[in-house]
C-alpha cells in the first residue's frame, strides 16, 4: 500500500497554522492522485482560542471546516499517528515521524500529563516545568540503579546510569552533553547528572570525593550564573566537568574545564537582569562582622549591581546563599585568608565600579590650574579610596592612571590624557579582567581540591555549555556561542548517523545511504584559514583596525560562501546561515572584546598590589606573550609581532578544538533542555518557543534521520503477538516466530522496501505501523461486530424460545417427543455417518499405503538399476585407468633401464682405458731402483720406533699391576673399618641419658603436686567457710524479699478490688494499651539502634581491615587462620631445631606437658656416628688406613679401581643402617607413647606410677638385651682375637647404662615409700574434712574407676608394645637376610675387580672414568634433591611465620597456641574410649578453661549447615548452655563470663564471614533463639517455668543470674535476623519485576508496542541470568524450606515472610510507577494473576496468618487500580477500593495509564481532578511518591520452651568436641 492511499475520507492530519505552528485537522474526502483541491475539518480540541488561553493571548476562532491545495505528492500534508501512540516515551517510536507530532507528543506529556522528560532516541528532552517536582530523591536514585535505560520511564537518572554502566562495564570514557537556552534548565539537570554519579559512585574513603563534586556546584553558582531575562539562575559559561572513577568505579576526583566567560556582565546588564549572584549575596550580608571592613552597602547603591533595576529574585535568599558558598569554600579546602580575600576582591570590583569620572571642560572650577583638556576623578569621590585599599594598591598612582596614558615612541615615552568615554572604558576592562582572572583562579582552586593522588582508570564528562542564541542584537558572545553550537551540532549528527548505521549493519538489512545535513562549510567560514576568526585577528594587528574595516573584508572574501549573506540595509551587519536559523550580527564591538585588552599601567598597578592574591591574578601577565589573554591599549605604534597575545577568538577556537577532542573519544550521552514559555509559568507549554528550540538543538535533526531510515523497529515475538490477528492459522508457526512473520507481512504490505527483515527485528518505514494499526483496527472492528452479531442473535433467540414455551406449553409434551426421536434420528444419523467416515478412511488409507508401497518398490528398483549401471560404468573407467597407468609404467620404466644400461657401458669403456694408462705408468716407476730404496728406508725406522715403544708399554703395564694390587688392599682395610664404625653404642648412651632425664622429671613431678595437694585443701576450707557466709545472707535477703513481695500483692489485690468496685477497669485497659504500645515503640527503637550499632561496628571492621590492609609488610595473598593446612601445621612442628627442642625441654617437665607430647627426637644417622667418632677419638685402624690410601692415591692411578663400585657397596650399607635406626626411633617412639598414655595427673592414683616404673625397667632391660643381640648380629667388635676400640667403648657405656638402671630402681622404691605417706595424708584430710570417713574422699567411687581405666590402658599399651616388638623382630631378621645378599654380591663384585685387572690399560681407564663419571652424576643428584627438599622446608617455615604473625597481630595467639596444641597431639595415638555403666547425668557438659576457645571453634565456627541438618535441631544451643549450667554449677563467673562473650563473638564471626550464605545464617538464627529461650526456661524465673517438667526445674541455673546476657543475645538475634533478611532481599531483587510485572501467564493479553531507539540501546550485558515467576517461587521454597530444616521458630518464620513480602510489594510498586510501558488494562489483569501465585503459596504453606499477604495489598491495589473503570461515577469506588496507595502514586498510575489498543479509552483530565479532589478528604499526610523500601516491621521472640530434657543429650562425634568436653 502506497503513501498516497492513506489519505482518504476520515485520515487525520496536521496543518500548518501561523500561531500554533500546527494544527490537527480531518479529511472530509479521498485524495485522488492529481492536484486538487482537499476539504478538510479543523478538531474542535485543537482549536487556537483553546490551546493559548493560558498565554494571556486571544486568537481569532478560524472555522472547523477550510480547504487546502495540493499540487503533488510533496506537497501533501502530515499525516497523524494513532492514540495508542500519543505520548510514548521515546519519540522514535512513533510511526510517523515528523516535525507536528514531536510537537504534539512533548505537549501531550509536558502540559497534559506533567511528565518533563522524552527520549527522541539518544537524546533525552527535558522541558523546564518551572516548578519544584519531588522527583530527584535519593528513593528515585535507588530505583533507576542498576536498571537498563529502555525498561524505565525517561529521567536524567536514566541517562546518568546509562553512562555509569557503560563506563563500568565496557571501560569506555563517557560524556554527558547538556545544551539548551538560557532558562531551559542546563544547570539544574548537570547538576542532577552530578548527583547520581555521586550517590551511586560514593566510596567509603574519609575523603569524600562525591561531597567535594557537589559542593563545586554552589560556587560555581555564586560566581558564574546570574540572573537574566529569561532565567533566573542562568550560566553565563561554559563548563566540562570530568568525574574520575578508580577501577573500583568508585569515584575518586574531578576536574573542570571553563568556556567564555560573559565578563560584559560585570559591567553591564540590561533591564530586569542582574550582575552575578556573588556581588547580591555579598551585599545582603554586608552586616556580618566579617564583611563590615569591605564598607559594603545595598545592592542598588553600587553601580554595577543597579543597572537592571531589579536586584532581588522571588524565592531566593542572597544571605542564606551567602553562607553556603561560605560553606562549599570551606568544604573544598579553601583556607579562611583565601576566603576573606575572595570577598575583598568582589567587594573593591563594586567600589571600583562606583568611581565617577568626570570631563574636563576648562570651567569648572574643580580643575587644577595645568591640567589639560581631558578627564579626571574627583578628590572627594570615596569610593576610589575604598576600591584601591581593598585591592591594596596606591591611590595616588590609581587616579593617574585612570585618567591618562602611556604613549612609547622610538626616543622618548609620552603620557596622554584620555576622554571620559576612554576612561570609563578602561575602568570597566579593569574590572572586568579582574574579576575574569579571579574566577579563573578559583576554578584552578576548585581543580586542585578535587584533584586525587589515585589513579584515574576512567572519567565520566559533563558539559554544560550554552546553547544556540539568536537576539535583536547579536554581538562577539552570541557568534562565539553559535560557533561552539556548530561544533557540537556536527559531532551529534555524525553520532546519530553512526548508530543508525550500525544498527543496520548489525540487524545485517540492506540500507542506503542517508542524506543527513553536514555543517562543516560553515566551520570553515568561521575557522578555516582566512576565515572569519583569522579575519578578525587580522584586523586586530592592524593599527587603526576598526569593526567597519573587518566588516568590509568580509564582505569582500565571503560574499560567495553559501552560509555568508550581506544584509540589503546596513554596512556594519552580516548575516551566517547556522544550522539552526540565520543570524545577523553587528560588528561593532567585536575588535575590542576579541582584543580583551586592559592597560599595561593598570596592571602594573595591581602586580605592586600588598595583598599576595591580587599580585598573583596579575603576575607575569606582560611578560607571558603565548598565553596570557591580556595586551595593552591602543596607546600608540605597535612593536613587533612578539609582543602580541593571543586574541579571545583564537584562544576560544583551541579550547574548542580540546574539547572536541576529549567528546570524540567518549560514548556521548545527550540531554537536551527546552524553555517551554517565557513567562515563567509552571507546565504550560507554547508551541513556538518549543519548536524554534526543538530545531536548534537538534532533535528534529534524529528525527529527520531516523525518519529517512527506517524508524519504526519489532522484534519478531513482539510483532507476531501484536499483529498475529491479521494472520492466517496457516500462516502460524508458534515454535519459529521469525518464519511466521516472513510468511504474513509480505501479504500485509506488498511494497517490500516498506520493511527489511532483520536477524532480531523486522524494520518499517515511517508510516508502516500506523497502517498495519489501521490494519489491526478494522480487523478487530470487524471481529468485535461479529461477536456482537452472534451474541444479540443469540439472546433474540432465547427470548423467542421463552416466548414459544410460554405460549405453546400445552404442546410442550408431544413437540418434545418428536423431538427426541428427531433427536434419537439425529443420533443414528450421526452414528452412521461416524461409521461412514471411519470406514471410508479406511479402505482409503490402506488403498493410499498399497499404492505408497508399489511406487516405492518400483522406486527402489529403478533406482537400484540406475546406480548400478553407475557404479559399472565407474568400475570400467577405473580399471581403464588402472591398465593404462601400469603400462605406461612399464613403458618408461623399461625405457629408463635402457639408457642407463648404455650409460654404464660407456663409463665402463671410459674407466677401463684410464686404468690402462695408469697401470702402464705404474709398471715404469716400479722398475726405478732409487725408488725401491726409499721405500726400504722408511720400512726400517718404522720397525726401529715399534720396538721402542713395545718395551715402555710392558714396564708401564707391570707399574699399573701393582698399583691396582695396593689399592685392592687399601679398599678392603677402608670397608673393614666402616663396617667397625657402624655401632650403636652412641644410641644406647643416649638412651641412657633420656631415662635419667624422666627420672628428674618423676621427682619434680611429685614435688609440686604434693604442694598442689596442701593448697588444695587449705583453699577448700576457705571457701566452705565463704560459702556458709553467703548462704547466710542469701537467706537472709530471701525472707526480706518474700515479705516485700507479699506487701506487693495484697497492695495489688486491694488496688484491684477499688477498681473493681469504682468502675476502673476501662481506664486500666486504656493503660495497658498505652503500655503496650510505649513497649511495641520502645522494641522498634531499640531494634533501630541494633541496626545502626551493627551498622556501625561492620564500618569499623571494614576500616579495621583497610588499616590492615595498608599496614601490612606483605603483599599478595593471604592466608586466613581456617586456610592453614595441616601440611603447613606439620611442617612448622617438624621444622624445630633439636636446640630450640633443648631449650623448651629445660622449662616443659611433667606428665601432659609438651615434652610428653612431642616425639623422641630422630637418631642420628650412620654417617653422622661416623663424623662424631672421627672427630673424637679415631680408631687406630682408622689412623692407620689414611696414610695408606693417602699413598696409595699418590702412587696409583683412579684408573686401576673401580670406585663407583666401591662407594655403591659402601652406600647400601648405610642405607641399610638407616633404616634399621628407623625402625629402633620408631619402637622408642611406641615407648614414649606408652609412657605418655600412663601420665594422666590424678593425685589419687600416683601409686599407680609405682608399678608402671617397675614394669617400664623390666622392658628396658629385655630392650637393651634385644639391641645387643642385633648388633653383635650386624656389627664384629671384635677383630680377629683382639677387641677393637670401638666394641670397648660401646661395652663400657653398656655397664655404665646397666649401673644406672639399677639406681633407677632404688630411686621407684624411694617413690613407693612417698606415696605411702601420700596416701597417709589423704586419710588424715579425709578425717579433717569429712569427720574421718575416707569413703567421701572416693565419692561416686570416681577412684575405684580411675584404676580400672588406667588398668586397662596399661594392658593395650602393653599388647601394642608386644605387637611392636614382634614387627621388630621380623624386620630384623629381613635385615639380616639383605646382608648375607650383600656379602654374596660384595664377593661378586670382588671377582669382577680381579678380572678387570686382566684388561688392558685403555680398557681400564675408560671403565675407571666411566664409573667415575656415574658416581658424581648421582652425587649431583643427590645433593640436588637434598638442596630443594631444604628450599622446599624454608619456604613452609617462611610462609608458616607470615600467617602466625599475621594472626598474633589480630589477636589470636590463644587459638593458634590451640591448634599448635591439636597439631601435636596428633601424633599420639587416640585412647580408647572406656564405655561406662549407665549413670544418671546432670546434663551437663565440663570442659576445661583452655579447651574453651577450641568448644567454641568446634560448635560455632566450623560448624557447617549439612551436618546439623543431620542432628537434634538447636544442638549446638543446647550444648553451649550445657557449658554454661557447668560453670553455674561450678560458681566460676569468670569462667562464664568469658565462654559467654567468646560465644558471641563467635555467632557475630561466624554470621559476618558467611553472610551471604543463606542457609548458616539461617542455622545460627534459629540457634541464637533457641538458646535465647534456653536461657529464660532454665533462669528460675516463674513466668518461664510453667510448662517445665520436674527434672527440668531442677537443672535452672543456681548461682548465676544472666538476664543482662539474655538481652545481649536478644540483641544479637536481631542482628542475625536483619542480615538473613537483606540476605533473602538481595536474592529475590533480580527476579521481582520479571516474576510480578514482565510474566504473561494469560495468553491473549499481551499489549505491546514499538519501544522506539532507547529500547534497543541498553548497555546491559549479554550474559544477564533470565528471572521468571517460576524463580521466585523457587527462591521462596528454599528460604522455607532452610528455615524448616533449622526448626526456626513458626511465629519467627512469619515474620521473615512478611519482612520478605512487603520488600517484594514495594519493589514491584516503585518498578510500576516508573515505568509507563507497564500501566494499561492488560498488564493489571497479568500482574493481579500473577500476585494470586504469590498468596497461593502462602495458604499453601499455611502463612496466610502471618501478615504477609497484608503486605501485598499496595501492588495488588494499583493492579486494580489499571483494572477498574475509570468514569466521572466510579470516583468514591477507586478512592475507597486504594485505600493502602497515598495520593501521589494514585495520581501518577492515572497519568501514566495508557491503552494498548484503540478500544481502551484513556483516562479524562477532569476523573484524575476530581480524584485529587476527592482524596484530598484523607486524614494520611502520606505524600510519598514511591514505598520506602528500607522499612522494617519490628520483630519480637516469642517465648518458646523445649521439652527436650537436658540429660538425655549426648555429644555427637561430628561434632569433633568429645576429646574437649565430658559429659556429666
Not at 824 to 849: D, M, N, S, V
Not at 1462 to 1479: G, L
Not at 1712 to 1720: A, F, S, T, Y
Not at 1846 to 1858: D, F, G, H, K
Amino acid at each position: 500500500m502506497t503513501a498516497t492511499e492513506l489519505y482518504t475520507k476520515g485520515a487525520r492530519i496536521w496543518l500548518p497554522d501561523p500561531e500554533l505552528v500546527w494544527r490537527g485537522a480531518e479529511l472530509l474526502q479521498d485524495y485522488k492522485g492529481e492536484p486538487c483541491t482537499l476539504r478538510v475539518q479543523y478538531e474542535e480540541a485543537e482549536a487556537p482560542s483553546q490551546i493559548s488561553m493560558h498565554l494571556h493571548r486571544k486568537i481569532e476562532r478560524k472555522d472547523t471546516e477550510s480547504e487546502i491545495q495540493v499540487k503533488d505528492k510533496t506537497s501533501l500534508p502530515h499525516l497523524r499517528n494513532p492514540e495508542i501512540l500519543i505520548g510514548e516515551n521515546d519519540l522514535t517510536s512513533l510511526s510517523y515521524l515528523n516535525e507536528p507530532e514531536v510537537l504534539y507528543n512533548l505537549k501531550v506529556r509536558f502540559a497534559e500529563r506533567n511528565i518533563i522528560y522524552t527520549y527522541c532516541g539518544i537524546v533525552l528532552v527535558a522541558i523546564n516545568p518551572y516548578e519544584q517536582l519531588d522527583i530527584y530523591n535519593n528513593d528515585i536514585i535507588q530505583a533507576y540503579s542498576g536498571q537498563d535505560m529502555g525498561a524505565m520511564d525517561p529521567h536524567i537518572y536514566a541517562v546518568a546510569e546509562e553512562a555509569y554502566k557503560r563506563m563500568s562495564r565496557f571501560e569506555q570514557n563517557q560524556s554527558i552533553i547538556v545544551s539548551g537556552e538560557s532558562g531551559a534548565g542546563k544547570t539544574v539537570s548537570a547538576k542532577f547528572a552530578m548527583r547520581y554519579f555521586a550517590m551511586v559512585g560514593g566510596s567509603q574513603a574519609e575523603t569524600q570525593v562525591e561531597k567535594k563534586v557537589l559542593a563545586s556546584n554552589p560556587i560555581m553558582e555564586a560566581i558564574g550564573n546570574a540572573k537574566t531575562t529569561r532565567n533566573d539562575n542562568s550560566s553565563r559559561f561554559g563548563k566540562y566537568i570530568e568525574i574520575s572513577f578508580n577501577r573500583s568505579n568508585e569515584i575518586v576526583g574531578a576536574h573542570m574545564r571553563t568556556y567564555l566567560l560573559e565578563k560584559s556582565r560585570v559591567v553591564y546588564q540590561t533591564k530586569d537582569e542582574r550582575n552575578y549572584h556573588v556581588f547580591y549575596q555579598l551585599c545582603a550580608s554586608a552586616a556580618l562582622p566579617e564583611l563590615k571592613k569591605f564598607s559594603l552597602m545595598g545592592a542598588d547603591k553600587f553601580f554595577y549591581t543597579s543597572q537592571g533595576k531589579n536586584i532581588s529574585i522571588d524565592g531566593v535568599d542572597d544571605a542564606e546563599d551567602y553562607q553556603s558558598l561560605k560553606d562549599a569554600m570551606k568544604l573544598l579546602g579553601f583556607q579562611e585568608k583565601d576566603i576573606a580575600m575572595i570577598f575583598q576582591i568582589f567587594a573593591g570590583i563594586l567600589h571600583f565600579g562606583n568611581v565617577k569620572i568626570n570631563a574636563k571642560d576648562g570651567e569648572s572650577s574643580e580643575m587644577a590650574e595645568g591640567q589639560d583638556q581631558g578627564c579626571f576623578v574627583h578628590p572627594k569621590d570615596p569610593s576610589i579610596g575604598v576600591a584601591c585599599r581593598l585591592f591594596g594598591v596606591d591611590e595616588s598612582q590609581m587616579r593617574t592612571w585612570i585618567c591618562n596614558k602611556k604613549i612609547t615612541t622610538v626616543g622618548e615615552t609620552l603620557t596622554k590624557p584620555l576622554t571620559k568615554a576612554q576612561a570609563m572604558f578602561a575602568q570597566d576592562a579593569l574590572s572586568k579582567f579582574i574579576y575574569s582572572k579571579l574566577f579563573d583562579w578559583i576554578v584552578t582552586q576548585i581543580n586542585k581540591a578535587l584533584h586525587s593522588q589515585t589513579k584515574t582508570h576512567r572519567f565520566i564528562g559533563v558539559l554544560d555549555i550554552y546553547g544556540f542564541e539568536t537576539f535583536q542584537k547579536n554581538s562577539f558572545e552570541q557568534f562565539c556561542i553559535n560557533y561552539a553550537n556548530e561544533k557540537l551540532q556536527q559531532i551529534f549528527n555524525m553520532h546519530v548517523f553512526k548508530l543508525e548505521q550500525e544498527e543496520y549493519v548489525k540487524e545485517a538489512i540492506e540500507w542506503s545511504f542517508i542524506d543527513y545535513y553536514d555543517n562543516q562549510p560553515c566551520i570553515d567560514l568561521i575557522e578555516a584559514k582566512l576565515g572569519i576568526l583569522d579575519l578578525l585577528d587580522e584586523e586586530c594587528k592592524v593599527p587603526n583596525g576598526s569593526d567597519s574595516n573587518w566588516c568590509q573584508k568580509l564582505y569582500g572574501k565571503h560574499m560567495k560562501h553559501s552560509h555568508f549573506q550581506k544584509p540589503k540595509i546596513g554596512m556594519d551587519t552580516f548575516i551566517i546561515n547556522h544550522f539552526a536559523d540565520q543570524v545577523t550580527y553587528t560588528s561593532a564591538g567585536f575588535l575590542d572584546k576579541n582584543r580583551d585588552a586592559v592597560s599595561e599601567e593598570h596592571v602594573n598597578i595591581m602586580k605592586a598590589s600588598e595583598f599576595e592574591l591580587v599580585g598573583e591574578l596579575f603576575v607575569d601577565l606582560t611578560e607571558d606573550t603565548g598565553k596570557g589573554r591580556v595586551q595593552a591599549l591602543q596607546t600608540g605604534p605597535r612593536g613587533s609581532s612578539k609582543q602580541m597575545k593571543k586574541t579571545v577568538g583564537s584562544q576560544f577556537r583551541e579550547s574548542l578544538t580540546l574539547l572536541m577532542e576529549t567528546l570524540n573519544s567518549t560514548s556521548p550521552h545527550y540531554i537536551r533542555c527546552i524553555k517551554p514559555n517565557d513567562l515563567k509559568a509552571s507546565f504550560v507549554f507554547e508551541p513556538k518557543r518549543a519548536v524554534e528550540q526543538l530545531r536548534a538543538c537538534g532533535v528534529l535533526e534524529t528525527i529527520r534521520i531516523s525518519a529517512a531510515g527506517f524508524p519504526s523497529r519489532w522484534t519478531y515475538p513482539e510483532f507476531f503477538q501484536r499483529y498475529r490477528v491479521l494472520a492466517l492459522s496457516r500462516d502460524i508457526n508458534r515454535k519459529d516466530f521469525k518464519k511466521s512473520c516472513t510468511v504474513v507481512l509480505p501479504k500485509l504490505i506488498q511494497d517490500v522496501d516498506k520493511y527489511r527483515f532483520g536477524k532480531t527485528k523486522i524494520f518499517f518505514r515511517a508510516g508502516q505501523v500506523a497502517y498495519l494499526e489501521k490494519l489491526r483496527a478494522d480487523k478487530l472492528r470487524a471481529c468485535g461486530i461479529m461477536i456482537q452479531k452472534h451474541v444479540r442473535g443469540w439472546q433474540m433467540k432465547n427470548k423467542y424460545k421463552r416466548l414459544r414455551t410460554a405460549a405453546l406449553g400445552v404442546q410442550r409434551y408431544g413437540r418434545g417427543k418428536l423431538a427426541r426421536r428427531y433427536a434419537q434420528y439425529l443420533r443414528e444419523t450421526r452414528a452412521a455417518t461416524t461409521i461412514q467416515k471411519h470406514w471410508r478412511g479406511y479402505k482409503t488409507r490402506r488403498t493410499f499405503h498399497s499404492v505408497q508401497h508399489a511406487v516405492v518398490k518400483i522406486q527402489a528398483a529403478v533406482r537400484g538399476f540406475f546406480g548400478r549401471r553407475a557404479f559399472q560404468k565407474r568400475l570400467y573407467e577405473y580399471k581403464t585407468r588402472v591398465i593404462q597407468s601400469r603400462v605406461r609404467t612399464f613403458l618408461a620404466r623399461k625405457q629408463f633401464q635402457k639408457v642407463l644400461y648404455g650409460i654404464v657401458k660407456v663409463q665402463g669403456h671410459f674407466r677401463r682405458r684410464k686404468a690402462k694408462e695408469e697401470l702402464r705408468l705404474l709398471k715404469i716407476e716400479a722398475r726405478s731402483m732409487e725408488n725401491i730404496k726409499n721405500v726400504n728406508k722408511g720400512l726400517e725406522n718404522k720397525i726401529i720406533q715399534l720396538q721402542q715403544q713395545l718395551d715402555s708399554r710392558k714396564k708401564e703395564n707391570q707399574d699399573v699391576v701393582e698399583k691396582q694390587n695396593s689399592a685392592i688392599k687399601a679398599l678392603e682395610a677402608e670397608k673393614d673399618r666402616l663396617l667397625i664404625s657402624s655401632t650403636e653404642g652412641q644410641k644406647a648412651s643416649n638412651r641412657l641419658a633420656e631415662l635419667e632425664n624422666e627420672l628428674r622429671q618423676l621427682r619434680a613431678e611429685l614435688e609440686r603436686e604434693r604442694g598442689e595437694k596442701q593448697d588444695l585443701v587449705s583453699e577448700k576450707e576457705i571457701l566452705r567457710q565463704k560459702y556458709e557466709q553467703d548462704v547466710g545472707v542469701l537467706k537472709a535477703e530471701n525472707s526480706s524479699m518474700k515479705e516485700e513481695l507479699d506487701a506487693a500483692n495484697r497492695k495489688l489485690q486491694e488496688q484491684m478490688k477499688i477498681s473493681a468496685t469504682t468502675g476502673g477497669n476501662e481506664k486500666w485497659e486504656e493503660q495497658r494499651r498505652m503500655l503496650i504500645a510505649e513497649m511495641e515503640s520502645e522494641r522498634q527503637h531499640h531494634q533501630r539502634l541494633v541496626k545502626e550499632h551493627n551498622r556501625l561496628l561492620q564500618r569499623f571492621e571494614n576500616m579495621q581491615g583497610e588499616m590492615q590492609m595498608l599496614t601490612s609488610p606483605t603483599k599478595g595473598h593471604k592466608r586466613t587462620p581456617s586456610d592453614i593446612s595441616q601440611l603447613s601445621m606439620e611442617s612448622v612442628a617438624s621444622s624445630v631445631s633439636p636446640d630450640q627442642k633443648e631449650e623448651e625441654e629445660k622449662d616443659d617437665q611433667g606428665y601432659g606437658t609438651e615434652k610428653k607430647k612431642r616425639q623422641a627426637p630422630t637418631p642420628p644417622t650412620a654417617a653422622a656416628m661416623e663424623k662424631q667418632m672421627k672427630e673424637a677419638k679415631p680408631s687406630p685402624l682408622a689412623t692407620d688406613s689414611i696414610p695408606e690410601k693417602e699413598d696409595a692415591e699418590k702412587t696409583l692411578p683412579p684408573a686401576d679401581i673401580d670406585v663407583a663400585l666401591i662407594l655403591k657397596l659402601q652406600r647400601l650399607v648405610k642405607s641399610l643402617e638407616k633404616e634399621r635406626d628407623t625402625i629402633r626411633k620408631k619402637f622408642e617412639a611406641l615407648e614414649e607413647q606408652a609412657k605418655e598414655g600412663t601420665g594422666f595427673g590424678d593425685s589419687a592414683f600416683k601409686s599407680l606410677k609405682m608399678q608402671e616404673l617397675e614394669n617400664e625397667n623390666d622392658k628396658l632391660k629385655r630392650e637393651v638385651a634385644k639391641l645387643m643381640e642385633s648388633i653383635a648380629k650386624t656389627t664384629n667388635f671384635n677383630k680377629g682375637a683382639k677387641s677393637t676400640p670401638a666394641g670397648k667403648e660401646f661395652l663400657d657405656q653398656f655397664e655404665a647404662m646397666t649401673d644406672e638402671l639399677e639406681r633407677r630402681r632404688e630411686e621407684c622404691l624411694q617413690l613407693r615409700s612417698l606415696l605411702a605417706e601420700r596416701s597417709i595424708s589423704t586419710h588424715a584430710v579425709a578425717k579433717q574434712s569429712y569427720g574421718g570417713q575416707d569413703e567421701m574422699v572416693n565419692e561416686d567411687n570416681e577412684l575405684t574407676m580411675a584404676y580400672k581405666s588406667q588398668r586397662d590402658i596399661i594392658r593395650l599399651l602393653e599388647q601394642q608394645l608386644q605387637k611392636t616388638e614382634k614387627e621388630l623382630k621380623s624386620r630384623t631378621s629381613e635385615y639380616e637376610a639383605e646382608l648375607q645378599d650383600l656379602r654374596r654380591e660384595n664377593d661378586k663384585q670382588n671377582k669382577l675387580i680381579q678380572h678387570s685387572l686382566s684388561l688392558t690399560s685403555e680398557a681400564k681407564i675408560e671403565a675407571t672414568m666411566q664409573h667415575e663419571i656415574t658416581r658424581l652424576t648421582s652425587e649431583n643428584l643427590d645433593l640436588r634433591e637434598k638442596v630443594d627438599q631444604q628450599e622446599e622446608q624454608i619456604r613452609k617455615l617462611k610462609k608458616m611465620l607470615k600467617v602466625y604473625a599475621k594472626r598474633l597481630k589480630e589477636g589470636e595467639a590463644a587459638e593458634i597456641q590451640a591448634e599448635l596444641e591439636k597439631e601435636e597431639t596428633k601424633s599420639v595415638e587416640n585412647v580408647a574410649h572406656i564405655r561406662h555403666r549407665e549413670r544418671n547425668y546432670m546434663g551437663m557438659l565440663e570442659y576445661k578453661k583452655e579447651e574453651e576457645t577450641p568448644v567454641v571453634k568446634a560448635l560455632i565456627l566450623e560448624l557447617k549447615p549439612k551436618v546439623a541438618t543431620c542432628l537434634l535441631p538447636g544442638l549446638p544451643a543446647y550444648l553451649l548452655f550445657m557449658c554454661v549450667r557447668h560453670t553455674d554449677f561450678i560458681n566460676d563467673d569468670e569462667k562464664v563470663r568469658s565462654f559467654l562473650t567468646s560465644t558471641i563473638n563467635g555467632i557475630k564471626k561466624v554470621v559476618k564471614k558467611h553472610h551471604d550464605d543463606v542457609e548458616r545464617v539461617t542455622l545460627w538464627l534459629a540457634n541464637t533463639c533457641r538458646f535465647l529461650h534456653t536461657l529464660k526456661q532454665y533462669s528460675g524465673e516463674k513466668q518461664f517455668q510453667t510448662e517445665n517438667t520436674p527434672r527440668q526445674n531442677e537443672h535452672c541455673l543456681r548461682n548465676f543470674d544472666l538476664s543482662e546476657y539474655r538481652q545481649v543475645f536478644s540483641d544479637l538475634a536481631v542482628w542475625i535476623y536483619q542480615t538473613l533478611i537483606k540476605n533473602m532481599e538481595a536474592t529475590i531483587q533480580p527476579s521481582i519485576v520479571p516474576a510480578v510485572l514482565e510474566h504473561e501467564a494469560i495468553a491473549g493479553l499481551t499489549g505491546s508496542k514499538p519501544s522506539g531507539l532507547r529500547g534497543r540501546s541498553s548497555s546491559r550485558a549479554e550474559d544477564t541470568p533470565e528471572y521468571s515467576l517460576d524463580s521466585l517461587m523457587k527462591s521462596m521454597n528454599l528460604f522455607l524450606r532452610v528455615l524448616t530444616q533449622h526448626a526456626v521458630d513458626p511465629e519467627l518464620i512469619k515474620q521473615i515472610f512478611r519482612q520478605v513480602y512487603y520488600f517484594l510489594g514495594a519493589s514491584a510498586l516503585n518498578n510500576l510507577l516508573l515505568r509507563k510501558d507497564m500501566c494499561n488494562w492488560s498488564k493489571g489483569m497479568q500482574i493481579r494473576y500473577n500476585l494470586s501465585h504469590m498468596e497461593q503459596w502462602l495458604r499453601d504453606n499455611k502463612l496466610q496468618e502471618s501478615g504477609a499477604g497484608s503486605s501485598l495489598e499496595p501492588i495488588i491495589q494499583a493492579s486494580q487500580l489499571l483494572q477498574a473503570r475509570k468514569t466521572d461515577s466510579d470516583v468514591d469506588s477507586v478512592c475507597d477500593m486504594c485505600s493502602k496507595l497515598t495520593v501521589p502514586q494514585i495520581v501518577k498510575i492515572l497519568n501514566l495509564y495508557t491503552p494498548v489498543d484503540e478500544f481502551e479509552e484513556r483516562v479524562p483530565i477532569s476523573f484524575i481532578r476530581k480524584i485529587q479532589q476527592k482524596l484530598k478528604e484523607r486524614e494520611s499526610t502520606d505524600t510519598s511518591l514511591l514505598m520506602d523500601l528500607k522499612f522494617s516491621y519490628s520483630v519480637t521472640f516469642p517465648f518458646n520452651p523445649s521439652s527436650i530434657a537436658l540429660e538425655t543429650i549426648e555429644v555427637p562425634e561430628q561434632l569433633n568436641i568429645a576429646k574437649l568436653v565430658v559429659r556429666c
